[in-house]
């Protein structure tokens, strides 16, 4: 990717995976109707399945057809001096031990986790939320989070666009992780009012900052571990998200189940208020656009600045003899 839209490139590449989120939001309650005869439920979830499994071995085969490993030409200056330090003797795990001595990539680890953690949860668990409190619905439970989903899609998108145009990655992230959580307080005390209008436009108005901060923590992570490669951090930021989300999951589920939803979204609350009071410790160390901006006349123009500096003893010597 190149270094002016690398950001832009990167949200729409997650959206993708964010439209199969939307897509098993809408499909399901549409494809398994609720019914009482297991026989006929048990029919309607293999079809789903069978139709899931199709899409996955497409899918498969175009990644072993089209895909390659990587350009034919660097896209960026950032892109090819990682090529060049690459070293073919490196291995996996002592480049996990130099991303985890990154204290910037730890914290952020921490907060992706919190933040992808709690939508998972959240999204998992949000049909039984919504029925709880609007019996029978639910296609419309499949259509809030629908909403969102495509809400998170927009809001990836134009932080993408607003990161390539500022480079403010650690502000931009900062101010989305707050709105998520005020997102997350206004759907929390609004789920039981009654009117099922008013979830949707609170539960969009929440996907949009915290479905659209997942794409935007690839991004900051990337550029906080340059030049190491994306694929370990990237991944490393997928298990804190897994693990988060599977201990949310159960947590929550367990005082909804026990208190109601609102302890239940309260207790999430908690965790992304933690989330951003670490994310404000993060040091906005920008190692890739460094790179960018490192070109030979650059670099020539700086050592002449060196040199020049160091010449000014000298004169001042001279003329004060």
């Given at each position: 990717?190149?270094?002016?839209?690398?950001?832009?490139?990167?949200?729409?590449?997650?959206?993708?995976?964010?439209?199969?989120?939307?897509?098993?939001?809408?499909?399901?309650?549409?494809?398994?109707?609720?019914?009482e005869?297991?026989?006929?439920?048990?029919?309607?979830?293999?079809?789903?399945?069978?139709?899931?499994?199709?899409?996955?071995?497409?899918?498969?085969?175009?990644?072993i057809?089209?895909?390659?490993?990587k350009?034919?030409?660097?896209?960026?200056r950032?892109?090819?001096?990682?090529?060049?330090?690459?070293?073919?003797?490196?291995?996996?795990?002592?480049?996990?031990?130099?991303l985890?001595?990154?204290?910037?990539?730890?914290?952020?680890?921490?907060?992706?986790?919190?933040?992808?953690?709690?939508?998972?949860?959240?999204?998992?668990l949000?049909?039984?939320?919504?029925i709880?409190?609007?019996?029978g619905?639910?296609?419309n439970?499949g259509?809030?989070?629908?909403?969102?989903?495509?809400?998170?899609?927009?809001g990836?998108?134009?932080?993408?666009?607003?990161?390539?145009?500022?480079?403010?990655?650690?502000?931009?992230?900062?101010?989305?992780?707050?709105?998520?959580?005020?997102?997350m307080?206004?759907?929390?005390?609004?789920?039981?009012?009654?009117?099922?209008?008013?979830?949707?436009?609170?539960?969009?108005?929440?996907?949009?900052?915290?479905?659209?901060?997942?794409?935007?923590?690839?991004?900051?992570?990337?550029?906080?571990?340059?030049?190491?490669?994306?694929?370990?951090?990237?991944?490393?930021?997928?298990?804190?998200?897994?693990?988060?989300?599977?201990?949310?999951?159960?947590?929550?589920?367990?005082?909804?189940?026990?208190?109601?939803?609102?302890?239940?979204?309260?207790?999430?609350?908690l965790?992304?208020?933690?989330?951003?009071?670490?994310?404000?410790?993060?040091?906005?160390?920008?190692?890739?656009?460094?790179?960018?901006?490192?070109?030979?006349?650059?670099?020539?123009?700086?050592?002449e600045?060196?040199?020049?500096?160091?010449?000014?003893?000298?004169?001042?010597?001279?003329?004060?003899?």
């Open positions: 990717m190149r270094a002016d839209n690398s950001s832009t490139i990167c949200v729409c590449r997650s959206g993708s995976w964010e439209l199969g989120i939307a897509i098993g939001f809408l499909v399901p309650p549409v494809l398994v109707p609720n019914i005869d297991r026989n006929k439920l048990a029919y309607h979830i293999s079809i789903m399945f069978y139709i899931i499994g199709g899409v996955a071995t497409l899918l498969l085969i175009l990644v057809i089209v895909f390659k490993e350009p034919k030409y660097p896209p960026s950032a892109q090819s001096l990682s090529y060049a330090l690459a070293s073919p003797d490196a291995s996996y795990l002592s480049s996990i031990i130099r985890f001595k990154n204290l910037n990539f730890v914290l952020l680890v921490i907060t992706y986790g919190l933040n992808a953690g709690a939508f998972y949860a959240l999204s998992t949000l049909n039984r939320m919504v709880r409190h609007y019996p619905e639910e296609v439970a259509r809030i989070g629908l909403t969102i989903v495509i809400a998170g899609m927009l990836a998108v134009l932080s993408g666009i607003w990161l390539d145009r500022s480079k403010t990655y650690k502000e931009t992230t900062l101010v989305v992780y707050i709105m998520t959580l005020v997102g307080l206004v759907y929390t005390f609004t789920l039981n009012l009654g009117h099922l209008w008013v979830v949707f436009i609170t539960a969009g108005s929440m996907g949009f900052f915290m479905t659209g901060y997942l794409p935007l923590g690839f991004e900051f992570a990337v550029e906080l571990t340059y030049p190491e490669s994306e694929g370990i951090s990237s991944g490393l930021l997928n298990i804190s998200a897994q693990v988060f989300g599977i201990i949310f999951t159960i947590s929550q589920g367990q005082i909804i189940d026990n208190y109601g939803t609102k302890p239940g979204n309260i207790f999430l609350c965790f992304l208020a933690l989330g951003t009071a670490l994310t404000a410790f993060i040091k906005a160390d920008l190692r890739r656009q460094k790179a960018n901006k490192e070109t030979p006349e650059n670099k020539l123009q700086e050592e600045e060196e040199s020049n500096t160091s010449k000014v003893p000298t004169a001042v010597s001279e003329d004060h003899l």
